[in-house]
């Protein structure tokens, strides 16, 4: 018998000694708005602290894995204390005022998870393969590479209408950003235990 429910069966998790790092794409930013507002709803809602929420941004989704892997490195780099001689700032662009976040963030201990946000609307041209092709596997990658859970917030789709019904913005739609916060606290639980 198929539940009707969209999304995994439920699972209860307590995120609150987690640190989550989520990076989002900017095309399609009405729709990644909502999406981020429901991942940060699920993540607040698991327990995990507004100051261990860090958000940046990248121009599009083609550029999601490489900003995943160095913000991931940039928090290792932090919670060692240095020594290396390279800063957060070294790593991700020291001009960009989503920094400000990572070195305001109370905690210094490494990401937990992960959550790369993007929208892709298929349009006319090859763009959308190749982009979904290379996001998808670069993300995995990262995630295979750096045995931190990264979770993929990337939307796939068709039309306007699909994008908007995934970001809880049509009458009968679910904001698919509630599932990767919930995903990203139940696997970065799930990996401390794994370790
Ligand atoms: C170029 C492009 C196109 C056509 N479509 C999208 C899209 O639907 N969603 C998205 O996140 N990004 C798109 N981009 C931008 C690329 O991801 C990338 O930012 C640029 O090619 C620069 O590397």
Same mark, same amino acid.
């Given at each position: 018998?198929f539940s009707?429910?969209?999304?995994p069966?439920?699972?209860?998790?307590?995120?609150?000694g987690l640190r989550i790092g989520?990076?989002?794409?900017r095309w399609n930013?009405?729709?990644?708005?909502?999406?981020l507002?429901?991942?940060?709803?699920k993540l607040?809602?698991?327990g995990?602290?507004?100051s261990n929420i860090?958000v940046t941004?990248?121009?599009?989704s083609?550029?999601?894995p490489?900003a995943?892997q160095?913000?991931?490195?940039?928090?290792?780099v932090?919670s060692?204390?240095t020594?290396?001689g =390279?800063?957060? %700032?070294d @790593?991700?662009?020291s001009? *960009?005022?989503?920094?400000t976040?990572l070195?305001?963030s109370? /905690?210094?201990q490494?990401?937990?998870a992960l =959550?790369?946000i %993007?929208? @892709?609307i298929?349009?006319? *041209?090859?763009h959308?393969?190749?982009?979904a092709?290379?996001? /998808?596997?670069?993300?995995?990658?990262?995630?295979l590479d750096t %045995?931190v859970?990264?979770i993929?917030?990337?939307l796939?789709?068709?039309?306007?209408?699909q994008?908007?019904a995934?970001?809880g913005?049509?009458?009968?739609?679910?904001?698919?950003g509630?599932d990767?916060?919930?995903a990203?606290?139940?696997m970065?639980?799930?990996r401390k235990?794994?370790?």
């Amino acid at each position: 018998m198929f539940s009707d429910t969209k999304g995994p069966a439920p699972q209860t998790h307590d995120g609150s000694g987690l640190r989550i790092g989520i990076v989002h794409a900017r095309w399609n930013d009405t729709i990644i708005q909502p999406l981020l507002e429901g991942t940060k709803a699920k993540l607040r809602e698991a327990g995990v602290k507004d100051s261990n929420i860090v958000v940046t941004s990248v121009p599009g989704s083609w550029e999601l894995p490489i900003a995943v892997q160095r913000l991931y490195a940039a928090s290792q780099v932090q919670s060692s204390g240095t020594g290396t001689g =390279i800063s957060a %700032g070294d @790593l991700l662009g020291s001009s *960009t005022t989503d920094l400000t976040q990572l070195s305001a963030s109370t /905690s210094s201990q490494p990401f937990d998870a992960l =959550i790369a946000i %993007g929208v @892709l609307i298929k349009g006319e *041209t090859m763009h959308f393969e190749y982009i979904a092709d290379a996001v /998808s596997q670069g993300l995995m990658r990262v995630g295979l590479d750096t %045995g931190v859970p990264v979770i993929f917030g990337v939307l796939t789709v068709l039309t306007d209408e699909q994008a908007k019904a995934r970001a809880g913005l049509t009458p009968n739609g679910h904001n698919h950003g509630e599932d990767w916060g919930l995903a990203a606290v139940e696997m970065a639980v799930k990996r401390k235990a794994w370790a």
